[in-house]
């Protein structure tokens, strides 16, 4: 006898399961904030920026069912822009002059 799927069982699990990509990279992303926050802006940003190309990365590797609140637009359209602008965070955190 087949069971049935999660989401007809513990369907609240299943939407909390299938937000963790969204979760960790939010994650990564406070914790870049947080070296923002004591003064490590460089490394942050660099943190931050890493953290959108992550996120750009699991859009495009993901299928829809598993990707959850990272799917906003269209597949390419997601990847070009987050992946786009972690990398551009992460450049202008690297070339930026320091004080």
């Known amino acids: 006898m087949t069971r049935p799927p999660l989401y007809t069982r513990r369907p609240f699990l299943a939407g909390l399961l299938r937000q963790l990509p969204l979760f ?42 598993r990707v959850g609140f990272l799917a906003v637009r269209s597949r390419p359209v997601d990847v070009v822009l987050m992946a786009g602008t972690g990398v551009a965070v992460a450049v202008l955190s690297v070339v930026v002059p320091g004080s």
Request: aromatic share 2%; no cysteine.
């Open 24 to 65: 960790a990279v939010l994650v990564v992303v406070a914790v870049g904030l947080g070296m923002i926050a004591i003064e490590h802006w460089r490394r942050g940003l660099l943190v931050v920026g890493l953290a959108l190309v992550g996120a750009g990365v699991l859009r495009l590797v993901l299928p829809v069912r």
